[in-house]
C-alpha cells in the first residue's frame, strides 16, 4: 500500500479548498440544473468537483474514482475515491447551512481513509482505519446512550423517491425511538453520530460516496454500521444502519419483526 500520510494530506488539502469553495459561493449561486433523478447539480457542486479530482488526479492518476457529479473514472486500481462535492445541494440552494464535503478512500474492498468537512461550522472530521476519529485534531467519541425509546436519529428520507416504502419505514420505528431528524445531508447525519450529538442513523437507499467517509468515521469512534440485514457494509449497498454500537442490535430487530 502506498504512503497512507501523503495520501492523507492530499486528502485533507482537497477537503479545505474544496470547502473554501463552497462558503466561497454561499448563497450566490449562478446555476441550478435538474438531474434526471429529480435533484438538482449547481454550478458550486462542479466546481468543487473539479477542484478535488484535479488534486487527486495530479498525484494518482492511476487511481480509480467514484464521484456523484461525473460518476466513475475507472483506471482498474487497487485505490477507489469516493467522492461527494457538496453534499447537501438542495439544502445549500436553499441557503440551509447543512451541507460540505466527502472524501473516502478504498483499498482492495475496505476503507481505510475517511474525511468531511463542514464548512459552514468550521468542522474538519478525519478517520484513517485502525486511528481513531478526529474533529478538528480532537478524538471523537459515538454516544452511550443505552435505552432505544430514548433515541435520537437521524434518517434519510427523500420523499420523492419511493414514498410508500418510507413511509412504512417510518411507521417501524413508532413507539421505538424517542426523535428523530431528516437533514438532508448525509455527512451532516453521520459526522453527528461519530461525535455523539446522534445516536443512529438510517438510510435505505444511498451511493457509496454519500456514506463511505461518515462510516468509516463512526466505526473509529466507536459505533457499528451494517446493512439492515446485519450483513457487514460495504460502499456499495443500497441500506445501511449505523450506530453507537451499544443499541444496534435492538434496531435491527425493530426492522427484522414479521
Known amino acids: ?5 501523503k495520501i492523507r494530506d492530499l486528502a485533507l488539502k482537497a477537503a479545505k479548498q ?3 469553495i463552497l462558503l466561497k459561493h454561499y448563497g450566490k449561486v449562478k446555476s441550478i440544473k435538474a438531474k434526471d433523478n429529480l435533484s438538482y447539480v449547481s454550478n458550486v457542486d462542479l466546481e468543487s468537483e473539479k477542484c478535488i479530482i484535479s488534486a ?3 498525484t494518482y492518476p492511476e487511481h480509480d474514482i467514484i464521484s456523484e457529479e461525473s460518476g466513475r473514472l475507472n483506471k482498474k486500481s487497487d485505490y477507489i475515491w469516493h467522492i461527494d462535492p457538496l453534499d447537501g ?3 445549500y440552494i436553499n441557503n440551509l447551512p447543512l451541507f460540505g464535503v466527502s472524501i473516502a478512500l478504498e483499498y482492495r474492498g475496505k476503507i481505510i481513509l475517511g474525511i468531511i468537512n463542514l464548512p459552514y461550522f468550521n468542522e474538519l472530521y478525519v478517520a484513517e482505519k485502525g486511528k481513531g476519529a478526529f474533529l478538528n485534531g480532537k478524538c471523537i467519541k459515538v454516544s452511550n446512550k443505552k435505552d432505544l425509546k430514548k433515541s435520537f436519529i437521524a434518517v434519510d428520507l427523500v420523499l420523492r423517491h419511493n414514498p410508500e416504502k418510507k413511509i412504512k419505514f417510518l411507521k417501524k420505528l413508532e413507539g421505538h425511538v424517542h426523535d428523530l431528524r431528516v437533514l438532508g445531508s448525509a455527512v451532516a447525519a453521520v459526522a453527528y453520530v ?14 457509496s460516496w454519500d456514506i463511505s467517509a461518515g462510516f468509516l468515521l463512526i466505526e473509529e469512534a466507536g459505533g457499528k454500521v451494517t446493512g439492515f440485514n446485519g450483513n457487514n457494509w460495504n460502499p456499495y449497498m443500497d441500506n445501511f444502519i449505523a450506530s453507537n454500537k451499544i443499541l444496534h442490535n435492538g434496531i435491527l430487530k425493530v426492522f427484522n419483526k414479521n
Open 1 to 5: 500500500m502506498e504512503g497512507i500520510e
Open 18 to 20: 474544496a470547502g473554501k
Open 56 to 58: 487527486i488526479r495530479k
Open 89 to 91: 445541494t438542495h439544502n
Open 194 to 207: 461519530a461525535r455523539g450529538s446522534a445516536d443512529l442513523y438510517l438510510v435505505q437507499q444511498t451511493n
